[in-house]
């Protein structure tokens, strides 16, 4: 059904509407019905969704006063339809009565001395006047009376002359494109409406505001899940009878926004932003949203997850860890138990023993695998870096501080794991504070007075034995205790003699395979490293199989080569190490720094021409 109807008041405007709108607007109904006939056949359009009704005179003027929600366009008297009437009425005399509604017959006095006759309006508001208003034109002189339908009617009851103003093709073409204009309107209107009413609907704050009287014209779903108040009922009635808490008047009246504000409605703690709404520089309503502070937690964990733990990932596995032998069997299924609790835990082990495969391992075995896993050497920073890297800092914190701030490592970790190699390199001072962090389970910023709640598993691993730096008060006690929940001790490759052999050949494998190459030991060079005491454990057994696959040119490794790399490696044991050390240094300076060598001097306290040597020395770009 067509959402525009032309409701005709009489037979020959039916016609000539037909004839007009067939072509041009055949989606516009046509429908007959007079004054108040046209009233009941518009009230049941309306009650079948027409909303633009065209029509004309007393017609048009009863539909408005009925108050139907319905638009009305009316036919326009053009001045051709005037012209046209006026010469028709001369054939009846010169004194013309005009006997109209307002609206069709607006102007048509100055007529009168152009088409040469004496035009009298006669003004009617309702169709009971008419035919009074005919009686007095003829009485007071009129030869004919011109009009609308009944204006004719009440002529032709008193057998006298009339005229009747008809409305030509032009107008009834204006009113249907104006109509048009108008539909056009309303849908947009109601598309804007259906959009403002589903961001209320859908949108994850409750939603109140107000009128400038302190009446409510919005209460979304949302704003009644968390008061408990019914919305329909509450609209239209005052904020301060509904929620007088809300404190919303108080807005409208000062025109300040009141914004953060922790209010507890129906035993929720919510989180309150109250703005005036400001029209000329006058408050003319406010509006209040808030959100469910247990929410917009959950909410903000999970941006945490998805945005700062990106990169963070624990790559090995249980599955990944070689070896048969007994003591490896037997702290993997220690690991395997550990993973499944939610306790910190305490991983010893020499260096090169594979602590980070292990904390990686217990992580992905754990209900936190999906989470972060965040890792960071603490003896590869000087403590002041360190502690802005653990806990953040605001910006401008400290010289040379990003201005946007940056999120610390444990806040990255929220939801998943972080692991501190290295722990017992941690100064006194950062070792408090990493403690506080552990019992309270929050976190502040460098720089920043707000706590940030983290829920985090911590993994840390010490080549050290902590229990004699705590009685040389070189670690903290209550802080080794706290770590020391679950403890691993990992066993030296030494004490794994048939793994050696594993290890050997799975590293020959991975480094030969990747230069396209197929290698074998042969058995007296399986036995030479078999019987190494190897002090670095797994990782200098790795680099040493790697260095032998450099520079081995024959399909076999023999015990020869295998004893020359071993016999470099306890010349350049030291040395390697320390340089090692002093590069992971640099390197983790620069990338703080991001690059910039001066302030990556100024971060390990030191010269930018020293840092330049050093770098030149150790094969740094």
Known sequence: MANIVFLAPDEDMYHMALETLRHAHPDIRIERGLLSAGVRIARKLVEDGVEVIISRGGTASAIKDAGLPVTIVEVPITGFDVIRTVEQAKQYGTRIGVVAFPSMVMGIDCLGPILGVDIRQYIITDEFQAESRVLQAFREGADVVVGGVITGKSAQKHHQPYVLIKSGSEGIAQAAAEAKRIAAARELEKAKASLFRTVLDFAYDGIISVNQDQRITIFNPIAERLTKIDGAA???????DI?????LEKVLTTGRDELGQLLKVSGTRVLCNKVPIVVNGKPVGAVATFQDAGNIQQMEARIRREIYARGHVATFTFED?????PQIRHTVHIAQEFAQTHSSVLILGETGT????????????????????????CAALPSQILESELFGYVGGAFTGASQKGKPGLFELAHGGTIFLDEIAEMDYVTQGKLLRVLQEKKVMRL???RVIPVDVRVIAATNQNLSRLVRENKFRADLYYRLNVLRLKLPPLRERGADIIR??????EKHSAAQNR?????PAALERLARHPWPGNVRELQNTIERIVAVCRQPQVDAGLVAQMLEDDADSGIEVAAADSEKEQIRQALAIAKGKQGEAARLLGVSRSTLWRKMKKLGLR
């Open 447 to 449: 720089g920043s007075d």
């Open 518 to 522: 197929r290698l074998a030991f042969t």
């Open 243 to 247: 929620w007088p808490e809300l404190g």
């Open 234 to 240: 509450a609209i239209g009635k005052k904020i301060t």
């Open 503 to 508: 290890y050997a050949e799975f590293f020959l």
């Open 354 to 377: 594979g602590k980070e495969v292990f904390a990686q391992s217990i992580h992905n075995a754990s209900a936190r695998a999906n989470g972060p896993f965040v890792a960071i050497n």
């Open 321 to 325: 860890i070689v070896g048969d032998s």
